[in-house]
């Protein structure tokens, strides 16, 4: 049963996940409320994981979860449940490509959904923020123990540098992200 589950989470996930990877997130904080197998706090990981390993982020986040919901035949379903929804699509709208090519419905209902998926991106941005850079179990009156202050200096190092020097390559940074970690857990 808990296979059956994890297959409809995740197909459903896929299904309005519209806009990649990371417009998965609000649907996996919420399967973190919903169910024991995925804590919110794993999330962060799930996204360096995902995004340091080859393959879509999604994908690779569903194939995660189902593999701390039920191993490997938990990530296999997950992973089948999330892509199933995208296959289906675009198999109909193949059928359908020149009317929907040139269809104004089509084209509005896109003009609302753009805002909607960046919203929510944002919104599951924003936590992986709190989660990452934010202790969760001190009160926020001390802000010396709440401020997670070197994954702040991180943070806001990768983000210049990506914004200032476009040409970096995210392998670096990650590569770099990684080594900071290893000295940040040995000093």
């Not at 039920?70 to 379903?77: F, K």
């Not at 709190?130 to 009160?139: G, R, T």
Request: proline share 5%; charged share 10%; glycine share 10%.
């Amino acid at each position: 049963m808990q296979l059956v589950i994890l297959f409809l989470e995740f197909f459903k996930t896929g299904l309005f996940a519209v806009g990649g990877g990371l417009a998965t997130l609000p649907f996996l904080y919420a399967l973190a409320d919903k169910y024991p197998w995925l804590q919110s706090q794993q999330i962060p990981d799930m996204i360096a994981v995902s995004e340091s390993t080859p393959g879509p982020m999604g994908v690779n986040m569903a194939t995660y979860a189902g593999f701390h919901c039920d191993g490997v035949l938990g990530s296999i379903v997950a992973t089948v449940g999330l892509v199933t929804p995208s296959i289906i699509v675009i198999i109909i709208v193949y059928q359908f490509l020149e009317r929907f090519r040139t269809s104004r419905v089509v084209e509005n209902i896109f003009y609302g959904l753009r805002p909607v998926v960046v919203g929510l991106i944002g919104s599951a941005g924003f936590g992986v923020i709190v989660l990452a850079l934010f202790a969760q179990d001190v009160s926020p009156v001390d802000w010396t123990a709440f401020v997670r202050w070197k994954e702040c200096i991180l943070f806001v190092l990768v983000l210049a540098v990506s914004r200032k020097w476009k040409k970096v390559h995210p392998i670096a940074l990650i590569l770099a992200g990684a080594v900071a970690g290893i000295l940040f857990q040995m000093g």
